[in-house]
């Protein structure tokens, strides 16, 4: 994987967490978790589980099993978008179509490296940077600090990652392309590594 794959990775991250952000119920639920002094190893257990555990079994379960059990079946791409979709309908909390749209970067990057190391990983960084937010300390005053002054002081730092970003879109989705072109010439993952070990 290029440094540059890796930049428009972040950047549209950065998109979609200053999309997250905004809404009000996100910055609600930021802020109590900021104002709640947990113990510290609450703040273990939410690291480790969001950063560590998820990952591993949700990108183990839709892209080691599911993306490569549909391309048994049918092909890459149909393999492809179902297990994305799938993705994004078990995070339904959140927004569906970011989730859907990392499903999609996470299984082109499975099928094109044959290896889940590297959609763990990206799935991983795009789950740390939510939560290095959340456990940002709230500041030490006396006035009360509302969800409303939460997204004013967030709001200038992610529109400039969101422009970024939308400057970057067309070289985003020019690699995407680039990259998913022949995703039905590629072999299923799976059957790439078993028929490599035999």
Request: proline share 7%; no cysteine.
């Amino acid at each position: 994987m290029s440094i540059g794959k890796l930049i428009l990775y972040f950047l549209f991250a950065g998109l979609v967490l200053r999309f997250s952000i905004t809404q009000p119920e996100f910055a609600a639920g930021a802020l109590s978790v900021m104002e709640d002094p947990s113990p510290p190893e609450f703040n273990r257990w939410l690291i480790i589980s969001t950063v560590v555990l998820a990952p591993l079994i949700e990108e183990f379960i839709f892209r080691g099993i599911i993306l490569n059990k549909w391309a048994e079946k049918s092909s890459n791409t149909r393999a492809l978008i179902i297990s994305s979709l799938l993705f994004g309908l078990l995070h339904i909390g959140s927004f569906i179509i970011p989730q859907f749209i990392g499903g999609l970067l996470y299984g082109i990057v499975y099928i094109k490296t044959k290896k889940l190391i590297y959609p763990v990983l990206m799935h991983s960084i795009s789950n740390l940077i939510p939560v290095s937010l959340m456990l940002i300390p709230a500041p030490e005053s006396t006035e009360a600090f509302s969800v409303s002054q939460l997204i004013a002081e967030l709001t200038p730092v992610l529109n400039i990652v969101s422009l970024v970003f939308i400057i970057t879109l067309p070289v985003f989705l020019f690699v995407v392309y680039r990259y998913s072109r022949n995703l039905n010439d590629e072999v299923a993952p799976f059957k790439f590594n078993t028929r490599k070990a035999i």
